[in-house]
């Protein structure tokens, strides 16, 4: 073989070293996009599906949260009233009582009236002013 043809030869293998780098390269490239676009659509559905379950256990809390709201109304509502009743219960009791004592001590101010005018009259029968 003469040297151009070495030559010719050598740059041919180049070329074709050239030639298969850049399809395996371009290749390589295109894979690696399609398994990247996968991935991607793979993630974005997860995504979906994460927010679609955070979605629903929003609704439940809501609900839950308004169920228990719900219940501690009433359940103000009727101690409210329980305690509306035993208070008023209490105010007719406490007026009864506060009636009886004022009756007992208006008894007593007569009694003590009585005895006034008793004593008095003891006083100026002792002193003799009741001969006057």
């Known amino acids: 073989m003469t040297e151009p043809q070495i030559w010719t030869m050598m ?9 298969t780098l850049t399809v395996i390269a371009t290749l390589f490239v295109r894979v690696l996009r399609a398994e990247v676009g996968g991935l991607r659509g793979e993630m974005q559905a997860e995504f979906r ?29 009727g101690l409210r009233s329980e305690m509306k009743a035993d208070i008023g219960g209490l105010r007719s009791e ?8 004022r009756a ?25 002013m009741d001969r006057e």
């Open 49 to 77: 599906a994460v927010r679609a379950e955070v979605g629903g256990l929003r609704g439940e809390m809501h609900a839950e949260i308004g169920g228990l709201r719900g219940e501690m109304h009433a359940e103000i509502g």
């Open 11 to 19: 740059g041919a293998f180049v070329a074709l070293m050239f030639g």
């Open 94 to 101: 406490m007026k009864a009582e506060i009636g009886g004592l």
């Open 104 to 128: 007992e001590m208006q008894a007593g101010f007569a009694r003590i009236d009585g005895l006034d005018r008793d004593v008095q009259a003891l006083v100026k029968h002792t002193f003799g």
